[in-house]
T-cell receptor, first 113, second 111 residues
Framework: GENVEQHPSTLSVQEGDSAVIKCTYS??????FPWYKQELGKRPQLIID?????GEKKDQRIAVTLNKTAKHFSLHITETQPEDSAVYFC????????????FGKGTRLHILP | DAGITQSPRHKVTETGTPVTLRCHQT?????MYWYRQDPGHGLRLIHY???????DKGEVSDGYSVSRSKTEDFLLTLESATSSQTSVYFC??????????FGEGSRLTVL
């Protein structure tokens, strides 16, 4: 079955700098890669996703890149702000009818003042 | 927010007792999932459902069972709770394989 590895587990960056979180997956049939943000005490919420027919997607300060050959994808946050402090999860799925959505272990991002 | 509620939100129980967590949705979504969240392990899939009476195991299904007799309800049962099942449990729903909408979570403590 699918296995998703996520690095680093903890990341601290200065406010205004960029943050990058990386994930690898094992199932070459996976074609949908979402990222979720979980603030302290809250539920996870989708912030961006990418499908395998594109290599990059941007939404304001957030971007995701995908390398299907290497089976890895990354989340990039530019001009980080205090409200970006949270735990971020990557996930992978084949989007088949009976599919599982498997998550990485998460990255705790600290934005330092 | 998607119409998804979990109950109970908090529960403390003793080892060996049965526990049932309920996930209820008002969105008529086909897919429902149960995850557990533990420090250092992220979100791990327990069981999921892709339709009424259609369920399958996830990554950590041992000690858990599920039932889905109607679209809106997905029940997670711990037949005999153990301390290792102390966790925060999240239900999630989606209409097609894609964006998951999570419930607020149920915190279970097994003493």
């Amino acid at each position: 079955g699918e296995n998703v590895e996520q690095h680093p587990s903890t990341l601290s960056v200065q406010e205004g700098d960029s943050a990058v979180i990386k994930c690898t997956y094992s199932d070459s049939a996976s074609n949908y890669f979402p990222w979720y943000k979980q603030e302290l005490g809250k539920r996870p919420q989708l912030i961006i996703d990418i499908r395998s027919n594109v290599g990059e997607k941007k939404d304001q300060r957030i971007a995701v890149t995908l390398n299907k050959t290497a089976k890895h994808f990354s989340l990039h946050i530019t001009e980080t702000q205090p409200e970006d402090s949270a735990v971020y999860f990557c996930a992978a799925s084949t989007m088949n009818r009976d599919d599982k959505i498997i998550f990485g272990k998460g990255t705790r991002l600290h934005i330092l003042p | 927010d998607a119409g998804i509620t979990q109950s109970p939100r908090h529960k403390v129980t003793e080892t060996g007792t049965p526990v049932t967590l309920r996930c209820h949705q008002t969105e008529n979504h086909r897919y429902m999932y149960w995850y557990r969240q533990d420090p250092g392990h992220g979100l791990r899939l327990i069981h999921y459902s892709y339709g009424v009476k259609d369920t399958d195991k996830g990554e950590v299904s041992d000690g858990y069972s599920v039932s889905r007799s109607k679209t809106e309800d997905f029940l997670l049962t711990l037949e005999s709770a153990t301390s290792s099942q102390t966790s925060v449990y999240f239900c999630a729903i989606t209409s097609d394989p894609g964006e998951l909408f999570f419930g607020e979570g149920s915190r279970l403590t097994v003493l």
